[in-house]
């Protein structure tokens, strides 16, 4: 799925053996294997379900962060898009008196709408999208503090609902349904179309990109928009777990989702990664910090671990690269010279 | 092809090996403790780093040592509201048997304690209720009539039951703060007929606001006696325009509020008393509670309660009430660091 694929067949093990995901999924089943043998309660299918529950909304942000990131963009409004279309959500269906299936339609609209406003200053006026979407940022989570002017939450949604965040349907958590349909429509997009093809190649040289014939424009406003509906379905679900819909839903989200991306693999500046990189960072993210609660250990310690995680995947990858490159290298130096540097 | 295969054999190992022990579900309780009859108390606060809440805490670990059972304090450590439902639904899947918790969103988590009733988990909340279906009991640190009473009546001891005062609330709709004023105001008409109140003003919950509206309260009313501030910003705020107008000792300022906020007013002698109730106390009752609560000594219908070294306890409704809220002054305030 990465760029540069095994030139012989006996490449293959290794070249597996090196890639980011191997790492992470080392990492995922070494933090599985040890949170199970620490916390009785750990492996059981009720708390492999919490954590499903927990972390599909920063799991859908993570999961459209991907073609963004692939592009060499970035979207810092999605936390706050999430508050927003919220509390607008809570709006159509207790104010304006809109069924569920409706309302929820029309958020999914929003998010559309607001993602597009994103794409058009990003394409359009041609500004970074750091600036754009911290601009964002702050609108989004303004707008829905002053919609609100702070203090107004939705609640009392009907129980039918709350089942698409609370509840079992076919044993599952209702909600991970939604988010598997999502992860293979990203991943298929991104991994199995052109068009995944052509985000790696904007990321990559937006410029040669243009040249090949690709419209760069329309392929960066599409994965803003995409952005902006799918933070409007992870606002929907967030709603429906926690039963009430506030100003202040999915602050931080957006640096979350960020986070996994990049502990998946994603190349910060564009070009390449995976959206099963991200699924297993999204992934080793939630399982540590549920897995210390079963360990006994203080909340705190989630926030620093993820961050030495971080540095540990990405730092380790790096270097099996660097120590195969140097590899690599050394074997096509002729004797003669090597003799000379290596006595 | 090959990796995505070694990928998808390594999760499915994961999760079968993590399956298989999916049969014993949360029913069984405090086996977490190591057999016996050792009680798992979790108690969550509103947020993790806050002083008040660290103070509870420490009461609330002398309960777990003297009941000898387990207690488990976590919270939110970042804003996220949806945090305290997710320590809760851990809590739940680990299965303590008594989760107490001080709820900051009311709505929100009441749908994760549901869940944990549902599941055979006593609840009880503290410092700031649940929707009442949510839980068993609500430990109540004050009622406003006692916040109320105790107001007015160090307002009249240091005025000598008889002159002007005027309150700072922060906001003219707040209810809390109107029930508290309707006591105030009681309190005053049936035993100081001679204190009268000039003035009542609202301060947005700002410092700054409050230092304002103080002192423009003190030069329009040149015969006040006291200040009183109601909420928490506004008793530093109002000791600071007593302060900066030189009238220390001339004007009193009293007020509700933490005692770290106060401690250098109170100690130059602007403010002469910060009244609240004793953290450490609220902690040390409900872990208490969470114990009979757990034992089934603490059921709907009970009329009191005995909470340890702290005595007996009326229990109104559900309600299980703190008591009469704490004077904070000059010579107590150094042993309390919240």
Known sequence: MSNSYPTSKSDGWKFILLRHETVLLLVLAFEWFYFNSIGPRFGTLDNTFDMVRHSVEIGLLALVMTPIILTGGIDLSVGSLLGLCAILFGKLWRDAGLPIPLAMACTLGIGAVAGGLNALLITWLQLPPLIVTLGSYSLFRGLAEAITRGVDTFTNFPPSFLVLGQERLLGVPAQAPVFIVIAIGIWLLVHRTTFGRSFRAIGF??????????????????????????????????????????????????LFAITAVVLGGTSIFGGTGSVHGTLLGVASIAVLSNGLVHARQPREVAGLLTGVLLIFALGSSALAKLLATLRARRQTVPTNIQSKQMP | MKKLLALFIGAGLAVATGCNKSSDSPASISRLSGGGKKFTIALMPKSKGNAYFISCKQGADAAARELGVDLVFDGPTDPDPA???????????????????????????????????????????????????????????????????????????????????????????????????????????????????????????????????????????????????????????????????????????????????????????????????????????????????????????????????LGEFEIHDDNIVLGKPFIFNKDNIDQFDF
């Open chain 1, 205 to 254: 040289a937006p410029d040669g990109a243009r040249y090949a014939g690709i419209p760069v424009e329309r392929r960066v406003a599409l994965v803003y928009v995409l952005a902006g509906v799918v933070a409007a379905l992870a606002a929907v679900i967030y709603t429906a777990r926690l039963g009430q819909a506030r100003a202040d839903a999915g602050t931080g989200y957006e």
């Open chain 2, 83 to 309: 945090k305290q439902n997710e320590i809760i639904e851990n809590w739940i899947t680990l299965g303590v048997d008594v989760i107490a918790a001080a709820c900051e969103n009311k709505e929100g988590i009441s749908t994760a304690l549901r869940k944990a009733r549902q599941k055979g988990i006593k609840v009880l909340t503290y410092d700031s209720d649940a929707a009442p279906d949510a839980r068993s009991f609500f430990v109540n640190q004050a009622t406003p009539e006692g916040i109320g009473d105790t107001l007015m009546d160090e307002a009249a001891r240091l005025c000598g039951n008889d002159g002007e005062f005027a309150v700072i609330t922060a906001s003219l709709t707040a209810a809390n703060m109107n029930e508290w004023q309707k006591h105030i105001e009681a309190r005053r008409a049936s035993k100081y007929p001679n204190m009268k109140m000039v003035a009542l003003r609202p301060c947005d919950d700002l410092k700054d606001k409050a230092q304002s509206e103080a002192t423009a309260l003190l030069s329009a009313n040149p015969n006040l006696k006291l200040l009183m501030a109601i909420c928490s910003p506004a008793v530093p705020g109002a000791a600071e325009a007593v302060k900066q107008a030189g009238k220390t000792g001339r004007v009193k300022v009293i007020g509700l509020g933490l005692p770290s906020e106060n401690r250098r007013y109170v100690k130059e002698g602007v403010t002469d008393s910060v009244i609240l109730w004793k953290t450490k106390d609220l902690g040390y009752l409900t872990v208490q509670a969470a114990v009979a609560l757990a034992k089934g000594e603490l059921k709907a219908g009970v009329k009191t309660f005995k909470a340890g070294a």
